[in-house]
């Protein structure tokens, strides 16, 4: 209510003069409602009992289209669109659309160049690119020629999180808020982000069900509070944090934030994790959260752990996988010309994009299951017994010298050829363990 106040008053006052004047509510806006309220009757209850239908947002008011729009067409004597975009949203929600607009959310559609999409196109074909990718990602809207300014079907329905729309704008605010209730209380649960967020490479939900915040969170999901106008942790509710609360709702002190980088620290994507651009500043707007509920040594001492995790993946296994795979392509020695036609890659692909991506999301937050046995154990069982040999059987000096000197002078690494009960005694007297120091003072 507090944007476009005048206006919606305004509006509701026509709006509600028509829905008192039914059926002869002949004006466009009265028009839509009366005719939906038969033809989609889910779609029409999902709008009236939604905010937008109490405050009378009506359904012209989010599709109505301007001449020249790339996807305006008329209908029942009305040009509109059927895309309603953060552009159009922006119109009363400027706030919420600058910040989706800035978010990594918005570029999450400009994939076309990845690994990720060759293996889609290449090894998959086209379908699967839609309906699988981009129905996670965007892609780009268009427009069918056949019938003019309709919505192509190989490219919509698609409310993929980076969408790039005929507007020009990135995103689509329906990945979240699902149509047409357009719910806040909805968006802040963990069901809403698990759409894209699960699975082999990133199980942030599968995560956070194991979890203890899960856990708390699903045991009194009644305590939640979750309709509350502001929704500010540890003042309005207390029980658990969901996504939301962490990465995008208020606490005691901070705005809610449609960035949801705002608050995260390091990027655990690439096959070797970097810090963000201001990841000092990022790290503390977590922290506020985590303090609604927990003291600072303990969050102190999570991020200290975490942190150990992060460089015990890229040090141990990301750097020595990633410095032996540069080697190999250098030394054109690999029998298939392409990409992923070499068993090596997959087994290079999946300790970093899945196993090493587990080890490091499990850390983070706090899921033990997929930091170990999902995580670091499968990509040891995998550096260690697949990886290695692999890269020894293509007998390139330089591979072989590298991996030589890592596994005999690497303390880290210089286990394999040692007496099962010399490494067993020295991880009871602690010295096995100093071998791991450095990587908690990093
Ligand atoms: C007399 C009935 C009627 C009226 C009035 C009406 N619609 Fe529709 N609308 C339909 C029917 C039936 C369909 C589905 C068939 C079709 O595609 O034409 C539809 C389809 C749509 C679609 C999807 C179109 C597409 O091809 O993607 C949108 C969006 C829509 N209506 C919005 C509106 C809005 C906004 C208004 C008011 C300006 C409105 N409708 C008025 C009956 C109506
Ligand atoms: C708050 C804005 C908003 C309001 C109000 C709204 N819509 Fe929509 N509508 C959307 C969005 C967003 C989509 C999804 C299109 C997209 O992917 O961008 C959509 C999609 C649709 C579709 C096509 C998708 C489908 O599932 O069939 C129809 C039809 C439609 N709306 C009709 C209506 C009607 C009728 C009303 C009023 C009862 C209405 N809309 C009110 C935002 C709105
Ligand atoms: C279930 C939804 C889903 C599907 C399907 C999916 N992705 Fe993703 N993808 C994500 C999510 C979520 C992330 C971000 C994970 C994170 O931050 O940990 C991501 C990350 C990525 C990244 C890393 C982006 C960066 O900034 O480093 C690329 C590239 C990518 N996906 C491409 C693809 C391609 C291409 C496909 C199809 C072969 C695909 N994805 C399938 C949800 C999906
Ligand atoms: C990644 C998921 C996500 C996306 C995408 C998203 N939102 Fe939200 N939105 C949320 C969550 C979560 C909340 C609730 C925040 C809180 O706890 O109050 C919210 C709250 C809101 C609110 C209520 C604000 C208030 O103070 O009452 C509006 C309005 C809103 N979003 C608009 C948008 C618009 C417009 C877009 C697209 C430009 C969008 N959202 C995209 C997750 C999302
Ligand atoms: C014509 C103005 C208008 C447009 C366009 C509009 N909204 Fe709203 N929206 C409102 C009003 C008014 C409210 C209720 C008061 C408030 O929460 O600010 C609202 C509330 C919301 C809420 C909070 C609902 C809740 O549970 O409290 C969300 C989320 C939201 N809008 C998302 C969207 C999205 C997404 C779009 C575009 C698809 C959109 N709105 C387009 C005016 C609009
Ligand atoms: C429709 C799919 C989809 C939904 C729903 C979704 N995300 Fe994402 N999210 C993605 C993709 C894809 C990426 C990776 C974007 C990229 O790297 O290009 C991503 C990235 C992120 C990132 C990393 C941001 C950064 O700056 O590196 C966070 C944090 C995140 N999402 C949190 C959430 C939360 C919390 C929710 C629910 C409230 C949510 N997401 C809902 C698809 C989604
Ligand atoms: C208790 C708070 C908390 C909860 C709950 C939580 N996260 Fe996180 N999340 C974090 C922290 C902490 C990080 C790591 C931040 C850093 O690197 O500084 C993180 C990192 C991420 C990332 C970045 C991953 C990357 O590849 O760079 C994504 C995406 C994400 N979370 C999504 C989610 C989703 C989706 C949910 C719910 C299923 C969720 N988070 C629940 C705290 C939380
Ligand atoms: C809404 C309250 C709340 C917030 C916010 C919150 N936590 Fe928690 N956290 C809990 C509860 C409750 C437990 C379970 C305590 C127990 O084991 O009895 C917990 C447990 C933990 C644990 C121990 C996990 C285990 O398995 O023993 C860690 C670590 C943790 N939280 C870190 C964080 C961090 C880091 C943040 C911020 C990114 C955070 N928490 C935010 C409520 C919260």
Redesign the pocket.
């Known amino acids: 209510m507090r944007r476009g106040f005048k206006l919606l008053v305004l509006m509701s006052f026509s709006s509600l003069m028509l829905l008192a004047a039914k059926p002869a509510d002949s004006t466009v806006e009265g028009k839509c409602m009366t005719c939906h309220k038969e033809k989609t009757k889910g779609l029409y209850q999902q709008w009236y009992h939604s905010e937008h239908g109490k405050h009378n947002v009506t359904c012209y008011d989010c599709h109505k289209a301007e001449k020249g729009d790339a996807d305006a067409f008329m209908h029942e004597g009305a040009l509109i669109a059927t895309l309603v975009t953060p552009k159009d949203c922006a119109s009363c929600h400027p706030n919420e659309a600058k910040q989706t607009m800035e978010s990594?959310h918005a570029?999450?559609g400009q994939?076309?160049q990845?690994?990720?999409?060759?293996?889609?196109h290449v090894i998959?074909g086209h379908p699967?690119?839609i309906t699988?990718?981009?129905?996670?990602?965007g892609a780009k809207v268009e427009i069918d020629p056949a019938s003019p300014n309709k919505l192509s079907k190989t490219s919509w329905p698609n409310s993929g999180?980076g969408r790039i729309n005929p507007d020009g704008s990135w995103g689509s605010c329906n990945a979240c808020h699902t149509r047409h209730s357009f719910s806040k209380a909805q968006a802040r649960q963990p069901e809403t982000c698990g759409?894209?967020?699960?699975?082999p490479?990133?199980p942030?939900k599968e995560i956070y069900e194991e979890s203890k915040h899960g856990i708390m969170y699903f045991t009194n999901v009644d305590k939640m509070n979750l309709k509350a106008d502001v929704w500010r942790v540890g003042v309005d509710y207390y029980e658990a944090p969901t996504c939301a609360t962490c990465h995008m709702s208020a606490s005691a002190q901070m705005a809610v934030t449609h960035d949801v980088g705002d608050r995260i620290s390091w990027?655990?994507?690439?096959p070797i994790s970097k810090k963000l651009d201001k990841s000092d500043k990022r790290r503390d707007n977590m922290k506020q959260v985590c303090s609604a509920c927990h003291e600072d040594q303990f969050i102190a001492g999570h991020y200290y752990q975490y942190d150990a995790l992060v460089n015990l993946y890229n040090e141990k296994f990301a750097k020595p996988a990633t410095d032996i795979m540069t080697m190999i392509k250098k030394a054109d020695v690999m029998k298939h010309k392409a990409e992923f036609a070499n068993d090596i890659e997959w087994v290079y692909w999946e300790i970093w994009h899945h196993e090493g991506?587990r080890a490091r999301?499990g850390a983070a937050m706090m899921g033990p299951d997929y930091t170990w046995w999902h995580g670091i154990y499968e990509v040891g069982k995998h550096f260690y017994l697949k990886f290695i040999p692999e890269a020894l059987e293509y007998d390139v000096p330089e591979v072989n010298a590298y991996i030589e000197k890592m596994l005999s002078e690497n303390k880290m690494h210089n286990w394999i050829d040692k007496p099962a009960a010399d490494l067993k005694q020295g991880i009871k007297d602690g010295s096995l363990q100093l071998n791991y120091k450095v990587l908690f003072e990093q």
């Open positions: 990594h570029t999450a994939i076309l990845s690994n990720d999409a060759y293996l889609a998959g699967v690119a699988g990718c981009e129905s996670c990602h999180i759409k894209c967020h699960l699975g490479d990133h942030q990027t655990l994507r690439p991506r999301h």
